[in-house]
């Protein structure tokens, strides 16, 4: 089992920045991608991005491309998502997400974090 827990989520107005983090404990020992989805009210968990065990290869929506970047910290459990350029459109419930394979886009992902609120203001 792995757990995961965000941080860094909050209120920014449009134009700012923000840095979510997210730590994985547990069987951590594996390689695992991580990566990150968002949900609005009333709509389906969107993916957002995604980073391979090794930080070597990274992918990502086409909504974010250009404003935001994810990396992984040297010891691989922690990934952070760096968000830019904010849009009222991004105000959501940040989600970090897990699992072994690469590279998922759909909601498949085997471990999901309890989210983060992110709210951009107009």
């Known amino acids: 089992q792995v757990q995961l827990v965000e941080s860094g989520g909050g209120l920014v107005q449009a134009g700012g920045s923000l840095r979510l983090s997210c730590t994985a404990s547990g069987r951590t020992g594996s390689k695992y991608t991580m990566g990150w989805f968002l949900q609005t009210p009333g709509k389906e968990r969107e993916f957002v991005a995604a980073i391979k065990w090794n930080g070597r290869s990274t992918y990502y929506a086409d909504s974010v491309k250009g404003r935001f970047t994810i990396s992984r910290a040297s010891d691989k459990n922690t990934v952070y998502l760096q968000m830019t350029s904010l849009k009222p459109e991004d105000t959501a419930v940040y989600y970090c997400?897990?699992?072994?394979?690469?590279?998922?886009?759909?909601?498949?992902?085997?471990?999901w974090g309890q989210g983060t609120q992110v709210a951009v203001s107009s």
């Open positions: 997400v897990a699992d072994s394979r690469w590279v998922l886009t759909t909601t498949e992902y085997d471990y």
